[in-house]
């Protein structure tokens, strides 16, 4: 039963990632056009790579620079899936986020965080590249235990176009 709710969990994991690659190569070229003349705002589609639950993966922003999510590869070739929340606008550089996915392939994490983006010094628009700092609690399964240990986590990232 276990192992089936979590084969069904990393299946719309897989399916949602999918479908969204299509919405993002659309609106990519129309959200390039509103980001010219902006101030610390980030390209839409990013390569995302650092010590954080998700070491290596793809980040969409939307056409104010936000983070809307991130997917990626996690410790020991598990599957991970952030989810960023939209705050007002004064605080646009301050990012709370959900996240779940697996470690090991098949042990299921879920925790949520906050992120905070700081601008690469060589490029203070933000257009090449950005490194973001923050951290959360995360919950990591024994898997047939059932039990969830809760475990804090300091993030460094730096994303890159």
Do not use: C
Request: proline share 5%.
């Amino acid at each position: 039963m276990k192992k089936t709710l979590i084969l069904a969990a990393v299946v719309l994991v897989a399916a949602s990632a999918t479908t969204v690659k299509a919405e993002e190569n659309a609106t990519v070229n129309a959200t390039a056009v509103k980001r010219e003349n902006s101030g610390f705002v980030l390209p839409g589609n990013q390569w995302r790579i650092g010590l954080d639950t998700i070491f290596a993966g793809r980040i969409q922003r939307d056409e104010n620079g936000a983070p809307q999510y991130l997917y990626g590869v996690t410790a020991g070739l598990g599957f991970g899936f952030r989810y960023y929340f939209t705050i007002k606008d004064e605080l646009q550089a301050v990012h709370p986020y959900a996240e779940g996915g697996t470690t090991t392939v098949i042990y299921p994490y879920f925790g949520g965080g906050i992120e905070y983006d700081l601008p690469n010094g060589d490029d203070p628009a933000g257009n090449d590249g950005v490194f973001s700092i923050g951290g959360g609690v995360y919950f990591f399964s024994k898997l047939f235990g059932a039990e969830f240990m809760p475990f804090p986590f300091i993030t460094v990232s730096y994303s890159f176009k």
